[in-house]
């Protein structure tokens, strides 16, 4: 199983995910940029963690 989630780590699918995992980010930043939720996410290292830890295997990797 592990082997298969391996093959599936290239780097046009991170690419690829990490795109559509910021888009809905973006979606409340333009939607609801007042609300609590999304006050919560621009205000926290939640966001920056996920991605930088995308970037650092994707360096790791090449």
Do not use: A, H, R
Not at 7 to 34: A, H, K, Q
Not at 35 to 45: H, L
């Amino acid at each position: 199983m592990l082997t298969q989630f391996e093959d599936y780590l290239t780097f046009e699918n991170i690419y690829i995910w990490s795109n559509l995992g910021v888009l809905p980010f973006w979606l409340m930043l333009i939607i609801i940029p007042n609300s609590k939720i999304t006050q919560f996410f621009v205000n926290s290292i939640i966001i920056p963690l996920i991605l930088s830890s995308l970037y650092i295997f994707v360096l790791y990797s090449f």
